[in-house]
Nanobody
């Protein structure tokens, strides 16, 4: 089970850190990632990270967001800086069992999902 937290409302230029706690069985070899969906738009990949901590970022967030993981706490993070109104969306944490060297940003490949946490930037 994946449980997100840390969403909220901020002004443009502000920062937020999202957390995703994994409980129950945790894959040893996996891809984990953050995805987002704005109203009326398709879900899109934001950032992913594999077991060896190799990261991938979408062009929209590169240089502003950082994905990281604390294995001891089974928690995935997304640190977001310089937030823009277009970053407003419901943010989801997702995971899949994988040995991929590079984790895809394609949401359809992911099998485990959290319930989402809202980020609103005004």
């Amino acid at each position: 089970q994946l449980v997100e937290s840390g969403g909220g409302s901020v002004q443009a230029g502000g920062s937020l850190r999202l957390s995703c706690k994994a409980t129950g069985y945790v894959y040893k070899d996996k891809c984990m990632g953050w995805f987002r969906q704005a109203p009326g738009k398709e879900r899109e990949g934001v950032a992913t990270l594999n077991t060896h901590r190799r990261t991938v970022y979408s062009d929209a967030v590169k240089g502003r967001f950082t994905i990281s993981q604390d294995n001891g706490k089974n928690t995935l993070y997304l640190q977001m800086y310089s937030l823009k109104p277009e970053d407003t969306a419901l943010y989801y944490c997702a995971a899949k069992r994988s040995w991929d060297d590079v984790c895809s940003l394609t949401h359809l490949e992911y099998t485990e999902w959290g319930q989402g946490t809202q980020v609103t930037v005004s």
